[in-house]
């Protein structure tokens, strides 16, 4: 449920955690899953309350080794969100990962992406000024990505973080630019 829609990557990871491949065969008897071409819930609903009825700790494993499999160079974006959805605590290294991946997403045109990935660079962030940085920055995103609702929220996330006044122009201007609409 963690994955997507890879039954290689699935069945890879299955293996390094001790799984046998015959595990699932139930859920397929069930027509809950189907395991090829790809991988794939028979409601879409059902793969969200798989994953979020895991504890805490299993999907961070999960994650965790779903970064371990995905450490190909055409992978990177992938790997850096499985990590970051891996991480407990702050991780200034992992936050600045994610926002160069922002980075690459913004220069695609995947402004919802960008801001996605700085949302979670700031959630990472363990200094408060570089987190309200990267809230307003994925607020910005979301404007240009026309989720002014996701937006106001990040600026509120960002609001007690920005003192310095450059971000709290951007902070402005980006809040100004989610109630045009």
């Given at each position: ?7 290689t990557l ?13 595990a ?10 189907t395991?090829?071409p790809t991988?794939q819930?028979r ?7 798989v ?12 994650f ?9 160079p055409e ?7 499985y ?8 991780d ?10 922002a ?14 990935f ?9 200094d ?20 002014h609702q ?5 600026l509120?996330s ?6 310095d ?9 980006a809040?100004?630019?989610s109630n045009?609409?």
């Open positions: 449920a963690a994955q997507g829609d890879d039954p699935v069945m890879r990871g299955a293996h390094l955690e001790g799984i046998e491949p015959g699932l065969s139930p859920a397929e008897a069930a027509g809950l899953v395991l090829h991988v819930f409601h879409g609903l059902m793969r969200s309350a994953l979020q009825t895991a504890a805490p700790e299993e999907r961070r494993r999960i965790a080794l779903l970064g371990r499999l995905t450490e190909r992978n990177a974006d992938q790997r850096a969100w990590l970051a959805a891996a991480a407990f605590a702050p200034e290294a992992l936050a600045t990962e994610l926002e160069r991946h980075k690459t997403a913004n220069h695609r045109g995947g402004y919802l992406a960008e801001s996605a700085l949302a979670r660079a700031a959630e990472l962030s363990p408060p000024e570089e987190r309200g940085r990267r809230y307003v920055a994925a607020a910005a995103a979301a404007c240009t990505g026309g989720t996701r937006a106001d929220v990040l509120e960002a609001a007690s973080l920005v003192h006044p450059v971000e709290r122009a951007r902070a402005t201007l809040w100004s630019r045009e609409q």
